[in-house]
């Protein structure tokens, strides 16, 4: 990526600096080549980011002349926020709360960041200066790609400005558990701003699943393995692992430098194991750890004492922290311990070194150590395989990266267990060439059918996926039913016509009872809809047969299902059921957490059923927040316990939550009517999750004329929508 160099000057002696720009080529970063491997898949492309250098003394001039530059010679648009921003936003509020907190350590001390508000405000403004540069920029039909922690409050401002936009979000470091995230007083804001995004990836399950599970925890959000289903629209959450471009490593690797360090360090090590491993100096990359395991081996292994060099290269971080002191004691002791004339056990170089001596070391060394505490996708790991294309050296990789997901013939490690690491290492150093090689070659394949390439262009299609499938975005803006063109397909129609309808919420309002002035205007619209031959109309309702039944059952030629699709009555038939094994085993476990929320939750009770349990509560009161709150909580106990090891999905209403099977929902039964019938008109009406499946199946139908309608204007598959049940009843008196 094109950088702006500057000769070492204090800032102040900036303005008066001559500069040159010119394009990075050291290095292998990730994002950076993932999108150049797939540049020209691309018709244009621009980057927008920092200039990673102080800014404040640069004249207006020189802002303009660099911007000018940047923009006409390499397509990168330049954010410049002050020096101030950069350090509130970068090394206080990312470096010292987010980041911190996403890879699983706590903050407890009284300096914490999160409790200034002088970082947040910086993190806000300069998120509010990138979207302010890419509103100046954006053109109608452009994808915008956000990513990294740096930026998660940048979808929500952009979406503001730029409410027909298609935006995509990748966070590349870990999402952490609900447990964590919750702790963070900024939650809300951040989970918010992420969700206005189309497209929200991560680089592992987990990530994901953390993510859907605290946005249903915290904000008490419908979330489905693949997204979350919002009011205003639907955010497709989806897996990317990033990987590296695999040709462009390997002409790095042809480089003459390269074969140079390599010979030089063979000649060095002569008879001794390399073992190598480069990290950023930051407690989560587990350096100090990986040393005392280190010592670990060679206590435990003896006979390896004189025999192995581990070459430790730790990167400067700007985070402030005492892993450099902590980690020279240990380099010390283990040196001090086991060292002798003509041995050091531990190279500890606190420094960057050159991309061809960092080559160099990874294609000569008999294993690679890398255990961090928590970490996304380390591509150290792929760049040292790609590099052992000869020796075939193991790689001891801990579980605790994202990376190990991938990696199932690497040597699995807990970072935190000294002995197993030691014992690991021991194993790396004893494998047979065999066995070394295909473990090598299994984890090769992997990398290369996860390369960069096809991280970028899968993210970018499925972006682009999204901005075509435009209901999902706009469904929050679907037009009013037109009844006029409702009546005009009803009476013109030659075949059979359908009518599916929902029953609570769509028909009566939710509750109604028996004998009700609502519920009797409904029985004299279904009476007449119903005794025209040329109407086929079904009542699908998720309440039960007996409820159903009585409220219904009196009304001549109409169809009903009951428990949204398990049970059926076609017109003149008896109820029959179209599902006849379906596993209800689950029920007493879901029962049980249903139970234990009841007990807690002022007004909630628990409904079963034949083939679904309902737990429902009310949001009114005093009691509200902490309704919702505990709400929030059941779903997410759902989740972990029973949709991990059941096939059963929950539906979250208004005031309920609702587990059923994966295999029953409404379409089902609008499928099974449709096989019946040859129709030209239908028109489907529902309100709530329950009948997304039924608009989904119906607006894929070959058939001239589909009305799918929802009650109230929301995010949906449906069409249409109808203001209310009074505005449903009448348009259906219209017909």
């Not at 102040?12 to 394009?23: G, I, Q, S």
């Not at 699983?104 to 001390?109: C, L, P």
């Amino acid at each position: 990526r094109p950088f702006v160099t500057q000769p070492k000057l204090k800032p102040t002696d900036l303005a008066n600096a001559e500069w040159t720009v010119r394009p990075l080529s050291t290095g292998n970063i990730g994002l950076q080549n993932a999108i150049q491997a797939t540049r020209h898949r691309i018709d244009k492309l621009l980057w927008v980011g920092t200039l990673a250098m102080s800014t404040d003394s640069l004249s207006a001039d020189q802002r303009q002349e660099i911007t000018k530059t940047l923009m006409d010679d390499h397509n990168c648009c330049p954010v410049m926020p002050t020096d101030a921003e950069i350090e509130g936003h970068y090394d206080r509020y990312c470096k010292q709360v987010l980041w911190p907190y996403f890879h699983y350590v706590v903050q407890a001390d009284i300096q914490n960041m999160m409790y200034q508000n002088a970082a947040w405000e910086a993190y806000c403004a300069l998120n509010q200066r990138f979207a302010d540069a890419i509103v100046e920029q954006y053109q109608e039909g452009d994808i915008i790609w956000v990513n990294d922690y740096h930026l998660m409050l940048l979808p929500g401002m952009l979406r503001k400005a730029l409410p027909r936009a298609i935006i995509g979000f990748f966070l590349h470091i870990p999402f952490p558990s609900s447990e964590l995230f919750r702790c963070l007083p900024t939650r809300k804001e951040l989970l918010e701003a992420m969700l206005q995004s189309d497209l929200i990836g991560f680089q592992t399950y987990s990530f994901a699943r953390h993510f859907l599970q605290t946005c249903a925890r915290i904000l008490s959000l419908d979330a489905t393995p693949t997204g979350i289903q919002m009011d205003s629209h639907y955010v497709s959450v989806g897996i990317y692992p990033i990987g590296i471009d695999v040709e462009a490593l390997n002409r790095k690797r042809a480089d003459p430098d390269v074969g140079r360090w390599v010979s030089m360090l063979k000649d060095k090590y002569a008879g001794k194991k390399l073992i190598v491993a480069r990290d950023k100096l930051d407690y989560i990359k587990g350096v100090r750890q990986k040393l005392l395991a280190f010592e670990q081996f060679l206590i435990h292994h003896p006979e390896w004492q004189g025999e192995v060099v581990l070459i430790q290269i730790a990167l400067s971080t700007s985070e402030q922290n005492e892993v450099r002191a902590h980690i020279s004691d240990v380099v010390s002791r283990v040196n001090s311990k086991f060292s002798n004339i003509a041995y050091q056990p531990i190279v500890f170089l606190h420094q960057d070194i050159a991309f061809e001596q960092y080559l160099a070391l990874l294609s000569s060394a008999d294993a690679s150590l890398i255990t961090p505490l928590r970490d996304g996708m380390n591509l150290t790991s792929h760049e040292y395989i790609v590099c052992q294309e000869n020796k075939c050296g193991p790689l001891i990789l801990s579980e605790f990266t994202g990376t190990y997901g991938s990696f199932g013939a690497c040597l699995r490690v807990n970072p935190w267990d000294y002995r197993q690491v030691g014992d690991a290492i021991h194993e790396a150093l004893s494998m047979s060439q065999e066995e070394k090689t295909g473990r090598w070659k299994e984890l090769y394949r992997s990398i290369t059918a996860n390369s960069a390439q096809n991280w970028a262009s899968t993210l970018i299609g499925d972006l682009s996926k999204v901005h075509d499938a435009t209901s999902r975005r706009f469904s929050a803006q679907i037009p009013p039913v037109d009844t006029r063109l409702v009546k005009k397909a009803y009476h013109s129609s030659k075949q059979q016509r359908v009518f599916l309808f929902d029953y609570g919420g769509t028909l009566v309002q939710h509750g109604q009872s028996t004998g009700s002035p609502g519920l009797a205007r409904l029985i004299r619209v279904l009476e007449l809809l119903a005794s025209d031959p040329q109407n086929l109309v079904y009542v699908i309702s998720g309440r039960t047969k007996a409820n159903v039944e009585r409220d219904l059952g009196n009304v001549p030629n109409l169809g009903l299902s009951a428990e949204n699709g398990f049970y059926i009555k076609p017109p003149g038939e008896e109820w029959q059921q179209l599902f006849t094994k379906i596993d209800i085993s689950w029920q007493p476990a879901v029962q049980e957490i249903f139970q234990y929320y009841t007990e807690r939750t002022p007004g909630a009770y628990i409904e079963t059923k034949d083939i679904s349990v309902i737990w429902h509560y009310r949001t009114v009161g005093q009691d509200a927040s902490y309704v919702a709150w505990q709400a929030a909580e059941c779903q997410n106990h759902i989740a972990d316990l029973v949709n991990k090891n059941f096939a059963v999905h929950v539906v979250a209403g208004t005031t309920s939550i609702e587990v059923l099977p994966n295999e029953i929902n409404k379409a089902v039964v609008a499928n099974r009517v449709l096989q019946d019938v040859q129709s030209d008109f239908v028109l489907s009406i529902g309100d709530d999750r329950s009948d997304e499946d039924m608009f989904g199946l119906l607006n894929k139908q070959e058939i001239p004329n589909v009305f799918t309608c929802t009650v109230g204007s929301r995010s949906t598959e449906a069409k249409y929508f109808v203001s209310n049940v009074q505005g449903v009843l009448a348009s259906l008196e219209h017909l």
